[in-house]
């Protein structure tokens, strides 16, 4: 049972936009932890989607979007397209554990 | 471009010890700008962070692992190293080795290895 919390699929069709939810708590993200996003494609080692709650590392297209409001944060998809289709993760830092820690992962389906 | 990669046995006997290192390419350990991570995901499972090494040589790992995990670094050969004693079925996994940001703005992954399986089996 991960610490952060994330649905584990969403789907939408090419073109649509989804949403993955991040829920953690006081002592991560309700203490003011930032939180960063990774995409997972298959067989493949993560890479960074999203930093910092809202930031793109260079490469990473605009229609990738994160927020981050109260103990929860999201990830934002929009104008869906096969080649997204992937395990998408969360992380934070979590105070009373005293670790990084990662949301348990969404799996996206591009129907 | 940075790139990572771990290599070690992909097969280790139950009670042994697991040994992999992170060879580091486009960076250098020694500078400083960063603390290098070891990762894991047991297969169809998340990830869990493992522990973290700074060029000093300073560490910090997981609580639940901390009596079984050893992390080093040789910053002659851009390496990093990670050994964890007594090994079980239940550290099987995919081991990623990844560079750890610092900043004032909190600590992410970038980039990561391509990730070696390590399964515990006699």
Same mark, same amino acid.
């Given at each position: 049972?991960?610490?952060?919390?994330?649905?584990?699929?969403?789907?939408?069709?090419?073109?649509?936009?989804?949403?993955?939810?991040?829920?953690?708590?006081?002592?991560?993200?309700?203490?003011?932890?930032?939180?960063?996003?990774?995409?997972?494609?298959?067989?493949?080692?993560?890479?960074?989607?999203?930093?910092?709650?809202?930031?793109?590392?260079?490469?990473?297209?605009?229609?990738?979007?994160?927020?981050?409001?109260?103990?929860?944060?999201?990830?934002?998809?929009?104008?869906?397209?096969?080649?997204?289709?992937?395990?998408?993760?969360?992380?934070?830092?979590?105070?009373?554990?005293?670790?990084?820690?990662?949301?348990?992962?969404?799996?996206?389906?591009?129907? | 471009?940075?790139?990572?990669?771990?290599?070690?046995?992909?097969?280790?006997?139950?009670?042994?010890?697991?040994?992999?290192?992170?060879?580091?390419?486009?960076?250098?350990? *020694? #500078?400083?700008?960063?603390?290098?991570?070891?990762?894991?995901?047991? &297969?169809?499972?998340? %990830?869990?962070?493992? $522990?973290?090494?700074y060029s000093s040589g300073s560490t910090n790992y997981i609580p639940s692992l901390r009596s079984r995990v050893t992390m080093s670094?040789?910053?002659?050969?851009?390496?990093?190293?990670?050994?964890? *004693? #007594?090994?079980?079925?239940?550290?099987?996994?995919?081991?990623?080795? &990844?560079?750890?940001? %610092?900043?004032?703005? $909190?600590?992410?992954?970038?980039?990561?290895?391509?990730?070696?399986?390590?399964?515990?089996?006699?």
């Open positions: 049972q991960s610490v952060l919390t994330q649905p584990p699929s969403v789907s939408g069709a090419p073109g649509q936009r989804v949403t993955i939810s991040c829920t953690g708590s006081s002592s991560n993200i309700g203490a003011g932890y930032n939180v960063h996003w990774y995409q997972q494609l298959p067989g493949t080692g993560p890479k960074l989607l999203i930093y910092t709650n809202i930031n793109r590392p260079s490469g990473v297209p605009d229609r990738f979007s994160g927020s981050k409001s109260g103990t929860s944060a999201s990830l934002a998809i929009t104008g869906l397209q096969a080649d997204d289709e992937a395990d998408y993760y969360c992380q934070s830092y979590d105070s009373s554990l005293s670790v990084w820690v990662f949301g348990g992962g969404t799996k996206l389906t591009v129907l | 471009q940075v790139q990572l990669q771990e290599s070690g046995p992909g097969l280790v006997k139950p009670s042994q010890t697991l040994s992999l290192t992170c060879t580091v390419s486009g960076d250098s350990i *020694s #500078s400083g700008s960063n603390y290098w991570s070891w990762i894991r995901q047991p &297969a169809g499972k998340g %990830l869990e962070w493992i $522990g973290r090494i670094v040789d910053t002659s050969k851009n390496q990093f190293s990670l050994k964890l *004693s #007594s090994v079980t079925a239940a550290d099987t996994a995919v081991y990623y080795c &990844a560079r750890d940001a %610092l900043t004032s703005s $909190g600590n992410w992954f970038d980039p990561w290895g391509q990730g070696t399986l390590v399964t515990v089996s006699s």
